[in-house]
Protein backbone atom coordinates (compact mmCIF):
# COMPACT_ATOMS: atom_id res chain seq x y z
CA UNK A 1 0.00 0.00 0.00
CA UNK A 2 1.56 3.29 -0.89
CA UNK A 3 1.70 6.29 1.05
CA UNK A 4 -0.91 8.38 -1.07
CA UNK A 5 -3.62 5.33 -0.26
CA UNK A 6 -2.49 5.44 3.07
CA UNK A 7 -3.26 8.77 3.70
CA UNK A 8 -6.63 8.58 1.73
CA UNK A 9 -7.33 5.41 3.71
CA UNK A 10 -7.05 7.33 6.95
CA UNK A 11 -8.54 10.66 6.05
CA UNK A 12 -11.70 8.35 5.42
CA UNK A 13 -11.15 6.87 8.45
CA UNK A 14 -11.24 10.13 10.38
CA UNK A 15 -14.39 11.31 8.90
CA UNK A 16 -16.23 8.64 10.04
CA UNK A 17 -14.76 8.96 13.33
CA UNK A 18 -15.79 12.49 13.25
CA UNK A 19 -19.31 11.87 12.29
CA UNK A 20 -19.28 9.35 15.42
CA UNK A 21 -18.07 12.05 17.54
CA UNK A 22 -21.31 14.18 16.26
CA UNK A 23 -23.35 11.95 17.11
CA UNK A 24 -21.67 10.86 20.16
CA UNK A 25 -22.15 14.85 21.08
CA UNK A 26 -25.53 15.12 20.32
CA UNK A 27 -26.81 12.25 22.43
CA UNK A 28 -24.79 14.00 25.53
CA UNK A 29 -21.95 10.80 25.77
CA UNK A 30 -19.27 13.54 25.89
CA UNK A 31 -16.81 11.41 26.67
CA UNK A 32 -17.14 8.63 23.68
CA UNK A 33 -17.34 12.08 21.45
CA UNK A 34 -13.74 12.89 22.75
CA UNK A 35 -12.73 9.82 22.83
CA UNK A 36 -13.79 9.57 18.78
CA UNK A 37 -12.59 13.30 18.19
CA UNK A 38 -9.28 11.88 19.74
CA UNK A 39 -8.56 9.04 17.05
CA UNK A 40 -9.26 11.13 14.41
CA UNK A 41 -7.18 14.17 15.23
CA UNK A 42 -4.32 11.22 15.48
CA UNK A 43 -4.95 10.09 11.96
CA UNK A 44 -5.17 13.46 10.53
CA UNK A 45 -3.53 16.07 13.13
CA UNK A 46 -3.58 19.08 10.62
CA UNK A 47 -7.84 19.42 10.40
CA UNK A 48 -8.52 22.14 12.45
CA UNK A 49 -12.35 21.01 13.28
CA UNK A 50 -11.53 18.15 14.55
CA UNK A 51 -9.84 20.10 16.89
CA UNK A 52 -12.45 22.58 17.50
CA UNK A 53 -14.92 20.04 17.86
CA UNK A 54 -12.90 18.42 20.53
CA UNK A 55 -12.36 21.78 22.23
CA UNK A 56 -16.70 21.57 21.75
CA UNK A 57 -16.45 18.67 24.34
CA UNK A 58 -14.23 20.00 26.67
CA UNK A 59 -16.18 23.48 26.77
CA UNK A 60 -19.34 21.01 27.71
CA UNK A 61 -17.26 20.05 30.65
CA UNK A 62 -15.45 23.70 31.53
CA UNK A 63 -11.83 22.17 31.11
CA UNK A 64 -10.90 25.34 29.92
CA UNK A 65 -7.12 24.62 30.26
CA UNK A 66 -8.23 21.53 27.26
CA UNK A 67 -10.02 24.27 25.33
CA UNK A 68 -7.57 26.73 24.72
CA UNK A 69 -4.86 23.87 23.80
CA UNK A 70 -6.68 22.59 21.16
CA UNK A 71 -8.05 25.69 19.62
CA UNK A 72 -4.70 27.11 19.65
CA UNK A 73 -3.49 23.99 17.81
CA UNK A 74 -6.26 24.79 15.30
CA UNK A 75 -5.58 28.42 14.81
CA UNK A 76 -2.03 27.65 14.02
CA UNK A 77 -3.62 25.64 11.01
CA UNK A 78 -6.58 27.91 10.60
CA UNK A 79 -5.96 31.20 11.51
CA UNK A 80 -9.54 32.18 10.14
CA UNK A 81 -11.45 29.47 12.03
CA UNK A 82 -14.41 31.66 13.85
CA UNK A 83 -14.87 28.77 16.37
CA UNK A 84 -11.21 28.35 17.25
CA UNK A 85 -10.64 32.24 17.70
CA UNK A 86 -13.96 32.02 19.40
CA UNK A 87 -13.63 29.39 21.71
CA UNK A 88 -9.84 30.56 22.91
CA UNK A 89 -11.50 34.02 23.73
CA UNK A 90 -14.10 32.13 26.21
CA UNK A 91 -11.46 30.21 27.76
CA UNK A 92 -9.19 33.51 27.98
CA UNK A 93 -11.96 35.55 29.62
CA UNK A 94 -12.41 32.45 32.27
CA UNK A 95 -9.19 32.95 33.62
CA UNK A 96 -9.64 37.28 33.59
CA UNK A 97 -7.35 37.46 30.83
CA UNK A 98 -9.89 39.88 29.44
CA UNK A 99 -7.46 42.08 26.70
CA UNK A 100 -6.29 38.74 24.87
CA UNK A 101 -9.75 37.08 25.45
CA UNK A 102 -11.69 40.26 23.91
CA UNK A 103 -8.85 40.45 21.00
CA UNK A 104 -9.64 36.57 19.54
CA UNK A 105 -13.85 37.50 20.28
CA UNK A 106 -13.52 40.41 17.92
CA UNK A 107 -11.50 38.37 15.47
CA UNK A 108 -14.09 35.43 15.41
CA UNK A 109 -16.60 38.52 15.48
CA UNK A 110 -15.15 39.95 12.22
CA UNK A 111 -14.41 36.72 10.43
CA UNK A 112 -18.19 35.65 11.43
CA UNK A 113 -19.64 38.84 10.01
CA UNK A 114 -17.82 38.41 6.74
CA UNK A 115 -18.74 34.17 6.50
CA UNK A 116 -22.75 35.24 7.58
CA UNK A 117 -23.67 38.31 9.19
CA UNK A 118 -27.12 36.67 9.44
CA UNK A 119 -25.82 33.22 11.12
CA UNK A 120 -26.60 32.64 14.91
CA UNK A 121 -23.04 32.80 15.99
CA UNK A 122 -22.57 35.80 15.28
CA UNK A 123 -25.16 37.05 17.82
CA UNK A 124 -24.12 34.59 20.44
CA UNK A 125 -19.82 35.94 20.00
CA UNK A 126 -21.43 39.63 19.79
CA UNK A 127 -23.22 38.93 23.34
CA UNK A 128 -19.91 36.93 25.03
CA UNK A 129 -17.96 39.78 23.46
CA UNK A 130 -20.08 42.75 24.89
CA UNK A 131 -20.18 40.70 27.93
CA UNK A 132 -16.49 40.01 28.19
CA UNK A 133 -15.91 44.38 27.97
CA UNK A 134 -18.65 45.29 30.34
CA UNK A 135 -16.40 43.04 32.71
CA UNK A 136 -13.45 44.18 31.89
CA UNK A 137 -14.65 48.03 32.43
CA UNK A 138 -16.07 46.86 35.77
CA UNK A 139 -12.78 45.70 36.78
CA UNK A 140 -11.28 48.84 36.08
CA UNK A 141 -13.48 50.55 37.15
CA UNK A 142 -14.06 48.95 40.62
CA UNK A 143 -9.58 49.55 40.63
CA UNK A 144 -10.41 53.17 39.87
CA UNK A 145 -12.66 53.87 42.69
CA UNK A 146 -10.61 52.12 45.27
CA UNK A 147 -7.45 53.83 43.71
CA UNK A 148 -10.00 57.41 43.56
CA UNK A 149 -11.15 56.79 47.31
CA UNK A 150 -7.34 56.25 48.65
CA UNK A 151 -6.15 59.55 47.06
CA UNK A 152 -9.01 61.23 48.04
CA UNK A 153 -8.21 60.16 51.96
CA UNK A 154 -4.46 60.98 51.60
CA UNK A 155 -5.58 64.71 50.26
CA UNK A 156 -8.07 65.40 53.29
CA UNK A 157 -5.87 64.22 55.30
CA UNK A 158 -3.05 66.48 54.31
CA UNK A 159 -5.21 69.05 54.30
CA UNK A 160 -6.49 68.67 58.20
CA UNK A 161 -2.63 68.46 59.15
CA UNK A 162 -1.66 71.62 56.95
CA UNK A 163 -5.00 73.15 59.12
CA UNK A 164 -3.73 71.41 62.65
CA UNK A 165 -0.44 73.54 61.69
CA UNK A 166 -1.95 77.01 60.87
CA UNK A 167 -3.83 76.68 64.35
CA UNK A 168 -0.41 77.87 66.32
CA UNK A 169 -1.02 81.08 63.87
CA UNK A 170 -2.18 84.38 65.46
CA UNK A 171 -5.88 84.58 66.00
CA UNK A 172 -6.83 86.69 63.03
CA UNK A 173 -4.40 84.42 60.88
CA UNK A 174 -6.58 81.66 62.43
CA UNK A 175 -9.97 82.58 61.26
CA UNK A 176 -8.42 83.01 57.39
CA UNK A 177 -6.70 79.32 57.63
CA UNK A 178 -9.93 78.16 58.78
CA UNK A 179 -11.96 79.51 55.90
CA UNK A 180 -9.79 78.68 53.14
CA UNK A 181 -9.60 74.95 55.11
CA UNK A 182 -13.58 74.84 54.37
CA UNK A 183 -13.09 75.84 50.41
CA UNK A 184 -10.24 74.11 50.45
CA UNK A 185 -12.32 70.34 51.78
CA UNK A 186 -15.45 71.39 49.20
CA UNK A 187 -12.94 71.95 46.47
CA UNK A 188 -11.61 68.30 47.01
CA UNK A 189 -14.72 66.69 47.23
CA UNK A 190 -16.70 68.56 44.43
CA UNK A 191 -13.25 67.21 41.88
CA UNK A 192 -13.60 63.83 43.20
CA UNK A 193 -17.21 63.46 43.07
CA UNK A 194 -17.26 64.87 39.56
CA UNK A 195 -14.71 62.24 38.31
CA UNK A 196 -16.90 59.46 39.98
CA UNK A 197 -20.16 60.43 38.35
CA UNK A 198 -18.25 61.04 34.73
CA UNK A 199 -17.28 57.07 35.25
CA UNK A 200 -20.54 55.73 36.79
CA UNK A 201 -23.41 54.20 33.94
CA UNK A 202 -25.90 56.83 32.31
CA UNK A 203 -27.96 56.70 29.66
CA UNK A 204 -27.17 56.09 25.75
CA UNK A 205 -27.69 59.56 23.35
CA UNK A 206 -30.75 58.30 21.51
CA UNK A 207 -29.09 58.81 17.88
CA UNK A 208 -27.15 55.67 19.03
CA UNK A 209 -29.52 53.91 19.37
CA UNK A 210 -31.67 51.52 17.08
CA UNK A 211 -35.32 53.11 16.43
CA UNK A 212 -37.17 50.21 16.68
CA UNK A 213 -35.28 48.49 20.26
CA UNK A 214 -34.10 51.69 21.69
CA UNK A 215 -30.82 49.32 22.48
CA UNK A 216 -27.50 50.62 21.14
CA UNK A 217 -26.50 49.84 17.69
CA UNK A 218 -24.02 47.21 16.29
CA UNK A 219 -24.77 47.00 12.74
CA UNK A 220 -26.00 50.14 11.69
CA UNK A 221 -28.19 50.42 8.51
CA UNK A 222 -29.48 53.76 7.17
CA UNK A 223 -33.07 53.92 5.33
CA UNK A 224 -33.08 56.53 1.86
CA UNK A 225 -35.41 58.38 4.31
CA UNK A 226 -32.50 58.79 6.83
CA UNK A 227 -33.88 56.47 9.52
CA UNK A 228 -31.11 54.39 11.07
CA UNK A 229 -31.78 50.94 12.21
CA UNK A 230 -29.51 47.82 13.57
CA UNK A 231 -30.00 45.91 10.43
CA UNK A 232 -30.96 42.26 12.02
CA UNK A 233 -33.71 44.37 13.75
CA UNK A 234 -35.30 45.75 10.30
CA UNK A 235 -34.13 42.29 8.39
CA UNK A 236 -36.57 40.79 10.98
CA UNK A 237 -39.44 43.45 10.62
CA UNK A 238 -39.26 42.94 7.00
CA UNK A 239 -39.86 39.44 7.39
CA UNK A 240 -42.67 39.50 10.11
CA UNK A 241 -44.33 42.75 9.48
CA UNK A 242 -43.67 43.61 6.28
CA UNK A 243 -41.43 45.38 3.57
CA UNK A 244 -41.62 49.46 5.23
CA UNK A 245 -40.02 51.44 7.16
CA UNK A 246 -41.60 51.69 10.47
CA UNK A 247 -41.39 55.00 11.39
CA UNK A 248 -42.29 56.81 8.07
CA UNK A 249 -44.20 53.66 6.63
CA UNK A 250 -42.36 53.80 3.31
CA UNK A 251 -41.83 51.39 1.48
CA UNK A 252 -38.57 49.87 1.78
CA UNK A 253 -36.83 46.29 0.95
CA UNK A 254 -33.08 45.38 2.08
CA UNK A 255 -31.36 46.10 -0.53
CA UNK A 256 -31.83 49.68 -0.19
CA UNK A 257 -30.50 49.68 3.14
CA UNK A 258 -26.97 50.99 3.45
CA UNK A 259 -24.23 50.86 6.56
CA UNK A 260 -24.30 53.38 8.13
CA UNK A 261 -20.47 53.55 8.81
CA UNK A 262 -20.10 57.24 10.46
CA UNK A 263 -22.65 56.05 13.14
CA UNK A 264 -20.64 53.13 13.78
CA UNK A 265 -17.51 54.84 14.25
CA UNK A 266 -19.48 57.36 17.03
CA UNK A 267 -20.78 54.25 18.49
CA UNK A 268 -17.58 52.30 19.00
CA UNK A 269 -16.03 55.55 20.18
CA UNK A 270 -18.53 55.88 23.09
CA UNK A 271 -18.40 52.48 23.88
CA UNK A 272 -14.65 52.21 24.02
CA UNK A 273 -15.06 55.57 26.26
CA UNK A 274 -18.16 54.33 28.10
CA UNK A 275 -17.63 50.27 29.23
CA UNK A 276 -20.65 50.03 31.05
CA UNK A 277 -22.67 50.81 28.11
CA UNK A 278 -21.95 47.23 26.78
CA UNK A 279 -24.44 45.95 29.31
CA UNK A 280 -27.18 48.37 28.32
CA UNK A 281 -28.81 45.96 25.57
Known amino acids: MG ?3 FLSGAARQAEILRKDGNHYFQKGR ?14 CPNVPVYLTNRALCHRKRNDWKKVEEDCRRAIQLDNNSVKAHYMVGLALIQNKDYPEGIKHLEKALDLGRGANQKSYMVEE ?3 ELANAKYREWEQASTKRSWELQTLKEACEAALEQK ?8 EGFVDQAES ?4 QLNSLRSVFENYAVAD ?12 ITLDILRDPVITPSGVTYERAVILDHFRKVGNFDPITRELLDESQLVPNLAIKEAVQAFLDKHGWAYNSN
Open 3 to 5: PGV
Open 30 to 43: IGAAIEAYTEAITL
Open 125 to 127: IWQ
Open 163 to 170: YFLDQSEP
Open 180 to 183: AHRE
Open 200 to 211: APSEVPDHLCCK
